[in-house]
């Protein structure tokens, strides 16, 4: 694998987890390349506990000025083999696992060629996550994934792009899933600046219709709409408030991963043991200030000559 240069960097268009840490680069330098490290922990979480959760942590942390209040939405096309070769890396834990997918931040109403995403390689190295993206049209992002053509591109992103390149023909990669779903982020403040939490809900896709711009695709949930995928991400260690908070609300860890989800609920694949059944996840049950008012019945009108 060609090694990344990550000399020249930006902030990308987008989100607060895109923080360029070298502020010091020269003005005239305009890579679209960013690249980041870091831990991440997943729960899954009731959306009514994960809007408590998220207004006990705005306490400690700042709304991502990039998430709206309802946050904003997240659109991934992912590639992958014929036989599926990074689901299963995945399902089996591998320690240097990679995939490759196509980002769209935002509504995809109006997506055209000229929409900003983001093509992004997404790796594990035993427990750290990396992730190296690049920000282009949509159309070129097109014409290099599905079209595996070389795109124009400066030096510093040469060896990305290759290596982009060398995957989809390679590997024989194709469209294989699209998952979207609504996300709110906070992000800490003072000693806390690397840690990120996210909550995801409302998490969908499909396997056919793999264009951002159709205008009225079939998607349908991954997970259960009353549940929301809560991730904590941090450079280095976990700050202990936070696992302090995850201990008292009997949070646990679990491995879930959006593209397997999608890959096994349209039967892509068998449904393996990391798999989110709707079964384990149950909808709360109604209480009484939801359930409807019975209104009374109104009485019958008396009829022509009734006492």
């Given amino acids: 694998m060609v090694a990344l240069p990550v000399t020249t960097w930006r902030r990308s268009k987008g989100r607060e987890e895109d923080q360029d840490p070298a502020q010091d680069q020269p003005l005239h330098v305009a890579s679209r390349l960013h690249?980041?490290?870091?831990f991440e922990?997943?729960?899954?979480?009731?959306?009514?506990?994960?809007?408590?959760?998220?207004?006990e942590l705005s306490e400690r942390m700042d709304r991502d000025l990039?998430?709206?209040v309802g946050g904003y939405g997240v659109w991934s096309l992912y590639y992958d083999t014929p036989h599926l070769?990074?689901?299963?890396e995945k399902i089996e834990g591998l320690k240097f696992r990679r995939k490759l997918r196509v980002r769209h931040y935002g509504d995809l109403d109006g997506v055209t060629d000229e929409s900003p995403v983001c093509v992004e390689i997404k790796q594990?190295?035993?427990?750290?996550?990396?992730?190296?993206?690049?920000?282009?049209?949509?159309?070129?992002?097109?014409?290099?994934?599905?079209?595996?053509e070389l795109v124009e591109h400066s030096p510093a992103e040469r060896a990305f792009i290759h290596e982009v390149l060398d995957l989809v023909i390679r590997l024989n990669l194709q469209p294989t899933a699209i998952t979207g779903y609504q996300r709110e982020a906070l992000v800490g403040r003072n000693a806390d600046t690397g840690l990120r939490v996210t909550f995801d809900r409302r998490i969908r896709?499909?396997?056919?219709?793999?264009?951002?711009?159709i205008a009225t695709p079939e998607n349908r949930f991954t997970i259960p709409p009353h549940m929301s995928v809560m991730e904590i991400k941090v450079n280095e260690r976990t700050p202990h408030w936070i696992t302090d908070l995850a201990a008292r609300r009997n949070l646990n860890l679990i491995r879930v991963s959006k593209y397997v989800q999608s890959v096994e609920a349209f039967g892509l694949a068998p449904?393996?043991?990391f798999h989110v059944n709707e079964a384990d996840c149950p909808p709360p049950a109604p209480t009484e200030?939801?359930?409807p008012q019975q209104r009374p019945a109104p009485e019958a009108p008396l009829k022509a000559g009734a006492q």
């Fill in 35 to 38: 690249a980041f490290n870091r």
């Fill in 41 to 55: 922990l997943k729960y899954l979480v009731p959306v009514e506990q994960a809007a408590e959760i998220r207004d």
């Fill in 66 to 68: 990039n998430s709206p």
């Fill in 85 to 88: 070769r990074f689901y299963w």
């Fill in 124 to 148: 594990r190295v035993n427990r750290v996550t990396q992730k190296r993206r690049i920000t282009l049209p949509y159309g070129v992002a097109r014409q290099l994934c599905d079209g595996r």
């Fill in 205 to 213: 896709g499909r396997d056919r219709d793999f264009d951002f711009g």
């Fill in 271 to 273: 449904r393996s043991v």
């Fill in 289 to 291: 200030q939801s359930l």
